[in-house]
């Protein structure tokens, strides 16, 4: 199963990407985590996308086509793969398109999880992940059931992404609807596009995913 998870900052991709994994046993792909690795790491790559990154702004095409490419030939993606945060833009898709063909390999769905603007800003702004095994928290709609220890690991050292605020997300939900959105309808052309409500809760929403991608 290849697939693309679609939609904007804070319509929860990562979060059901970590739920389709532990679901089907394919990897998620997360642009945004390989990029915030290599700013981390100092490489190359993170030295060139790092002022991008902090202000919200897409980082040039070139760079994550190749990263992606990279990924996806890597032995833990032989029975499929997550796509989450990319393509993000037209030339990305067709760059995907052009690279999976070049690979033998076909994309089965690609999954639109839609939710309201004035949701995305609050889900944003209190988002935090557990700093060892990047298990997802909310202040407001998901606390660890023990205060200040991870529900999955134990730890007790919790991360903010430095993207994650108001001033910020209005840069990434700009380029979200001028450069991402006209996927909807690429990918509907293509047969592949698939809408959920992703207004619902956590759990809710993964049951929709599974129905879905049990019946691609
Ligand atoms: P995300 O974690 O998906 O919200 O991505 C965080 C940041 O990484 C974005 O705001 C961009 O600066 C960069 N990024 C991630 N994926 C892509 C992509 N496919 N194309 C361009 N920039 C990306």
Known sequence: MR????????????????????????????????????????SEVGIKT????????????????????????????????????????????????????????????????QVDDDALVDRISGRFTCEVCEEGYHDKYKLPKKAGECDRCGSEE???????????LMTRLRAYYKKTAPLVGYYYAKKLHHGINGMGDIDGIAEDVQALLENV
């Open 50 to 113: 790092k002022s991008a990154m902090d202000s919200g702004k897409l980082v040039s095409d070139a760079i994550v086509i190749s990263i992606v490419s990279d990924r996806i030939d890597m032995p833990d993606c032989a029975n499929g793969f997550i796509l989450d945060g990319f393509p993000r833009t037209l030339a990305q898709a067709d760059a995907l398109a052009v690279m999976l063909e070049g690979k033998g390999l076909k994309l089965d769905c690609v999954v639109e999880l």
């Open 3 to 42: 697939l693309i998870l679609l939609g904007p900052p804070g319509s929860g991709k990562g979060t059901q990407a970590k739920l389709i994994v532990d679901r089907n046993n394919i990897p998620q792909l997360s642009t945004g985590d390989m990029l915030r690795d290599a700013v981390e790491a100092k």
């Open 158 to 168: 919790f991360v903010r992404r430095a993207d994650d605020n108001a001033k910020t």
